[in-house]
Each structure stands twice: as C-alpha cells, then as structure tokens.
C-alpha cells in the first residue's frame, strides 16, 4: 500500500480555529480546535503558529508521514498569488506576507487565500463544482459571502475582494443600517447575524416567544428561529421569510450576472436544509431557467469546508 498524500490544513474563523490534516479524496483525517477570540492579524499569526505547534507536537501526522505541503483559509482580502495577507476587515488591516512566514517556520510549502474562496475551491476539487465550469458558491453563515467560478477560474477582482455579496440589496427594506454605509443588505437580514440583527428591530412590531438577549453580544438562537416558525410564532414566520426571500432574490441577483449552471449553498444557516425548499419557492422559473443543476445544498461536511477548503488552497491548483 502506497503512502498517503495529505495537506495540512488551517482555518482561521471569526473566533475559532480548526487545525487537521486531510487526504487528496478531501477527507478529514484528523483535527483540533482553538479557540481564539476576537483578534487582529498580528494575534492570529501568533495563534496560528502556536497552535499547528502544539497540533504537531500532541497530535502527531495522522498518514505517519508529513503533509505535503500546508494550506490556510483566512477572514478577509487574500492576495493568494503573493501569499499576503492584506486585512480581516477595513479596521484590521495590516499586510502580512503569512505564507513565506509559516512556510520557514514550519519548514512546508504554504498557500493561503480567503475561506470563503478556499469553500469554492473545495467545491471545485471534491463537491458539486467538480463536474461544472461555471458555478457559484454562497456561503451563509455568521454572514454571507460567494465563491464565483465562471469558464474554470475563481474570479477574485482587482483588490482581491470579489464575492462581497452579503452587501446587496435585495429589496426587502426592515431600516437596517449596514456598517458598509448602506441599508437593508441581505447579509444583515438572512445570515447568522442577519437574524440577530432583524429580531431586534422587528420584536416591537410582532409578538413572540423567541428569547433575545438583553445584551447585544449575545445571538439570537436561528435553531430557535426555525422551531418556532414551525409553531407559527409570528415574528418568528416574518423573519424566515423575509431570509428566504432576501437569499432567493440574491440567487436571482447573481445568476443574471454570472451565468452559471449550477448554485451551490453552503454554512450553518442552511445546512439542515430547513431553508433550502423555502429559498426554491421564491425562485423565478424565467430567471433560473439556464441554472441547469439547480440550487443544491453543498456534499461537502459544512463542518469542515473550512479545513478541507484549505486543503484544496495547500494542493495550489
């Protein structure tokens, strides 16, 4: 039996990080998580290091041999051909050459990119993208961000910064004020956030049962959200609704500009699939017509598509 190509692998999330290694088939061998807190790039690159030390040394290489090479999914813009890290977000934004970085202090080859970009990868690799040239992506989560794969390549923009759509109107409009400067994006209405954010605006207008924190740092419960829709709570039904209808119009939105054959969703807020029939229900059959594929749900183990995106960001296809 031959010896088993791994990649060790690196996702970096808004407060965790999940450090394992994964095969060429795009399986998880082996993984841990940090927890890391809300940081900025400097404390990451600290944590990071640490942590595939500490992984190394008290977990071991799961294949009995080293990785081939390392990959990293990180928050925010990603030159990935420079391998430098250019910001988390416009208030941490610091340009960091992470990838020669991890590459001498673990003696590894090393590549980095966006997580949601490296999500696409993956799917490209391994999930449903495998068998099209043209898809999209959309990861709905803490928030809401695609992957854009038009005649085989990942678009990725002058500043490395396509695939924002979380920040786009959908024309539902519940006077949300977005931190990009705009209102009613539908990242603050049907992503993890979203329905925090919409909770506490719409709880004056609609009576319920769900609990919401007094105190804002704490989230609202979507698996709440979903129960309660399903007992008719009334603001909890306004607000399933307006996330189904805000991510269909998005879908509608996307494919009108780029075209693709398949739509492909992925992150917390619809992996058990609640949402998808909802989601398909506001679909216009004119507009989806040349979405050949359909909108699916990822294959790929949305608790990992972070680890194995990383994995196909290590391959550097």
Not at 23 to 36: A, D, F, I, M, P
Not at 112 to 132: C, F, L, M, P, Y
Request: aromatic share 6%.
């Amino acid at each position: 039996m031959g010896k088993e190509n791994t990649f060790l692998s690196i996702d970096l999330g808004g407060t965790k990080l999940l450090v394992g290694e994964v095969n060429s088939k795009g399986e998880v061998l082996n993984y841990k998580r940090y927890e890391t807190g809300y940081i900025n790039q400097t404390a990451a690159v600290a944590i990071i290091k640490k942590s595939v030390e500490d992984y190394i040394k008290n977990e071991g290489w799961a294949a009995d041999s080293r990785p081939l090479s390392m990959g990293v999914g990180l928050i925010g813009r990603v030159d990935n051909a420079s391998g430098i890290w250019l910001q988390m977000d416009p208030k941490r934004n610091r340009a960091i050459p992470l990838a020669q970085e991890l590459s001498e202090t673990f003696d590894m080859p090393c590549y980095i990119d966006n997580d949601v970009k490296s999500a696409a990868r993956a799917e490209k690799t391994w999930g449903h993208g495998s068998t099209s040239k043209d898809f999209i992506y959309i990861n709905i989560g803490t928030g809401i961000a695609s992957g854009f794969v038009i005649n085989g390549s990942l678009v990725r923009g002058s500043h490395f910064n396509a695939g924002e759509t979380g920040h786009t109107n959908v024309g539902i409009d519940i006077g949300i004020k977005c931190g990009c400067g705009r209102d009613n994006c539908v990242e603050l209405i049907a992503s993890g956030m979203g329905f925090d954010r919409s909770a506490r605006v719409l709880k004056r207008q609609f009576e319920s049962r769900l609990y919401i924190p007094l105190d804002e740092n704490l989230k609202v419960d979507v698996k709440e959200i979903y129960a309660l829709n399903q007992e008719n709570d009334p603001l909890c039904t306004v607000l399933v609704e307006n996330a189904a209808k805000g991510i269909a119009g998005l879908i509608m939105n996307l494919v009108r500009v780029s075209d693709p054959d398949t739509v492909i969703l992925g992150g917390g807020i619809v992996s058990s699939g609640f949402m998808l029939p909802k989601i398909q229900g506001y679909l216009n059959p004119t507009t989806m017509r040349f979405v050949t594929n359909g909108v699916v749900l990822t294959k790929l183990n949305p608790d990992f598509i972070g680890l194995i995106g990383a994995a196909a960001v290590a391959m550097n296809k």
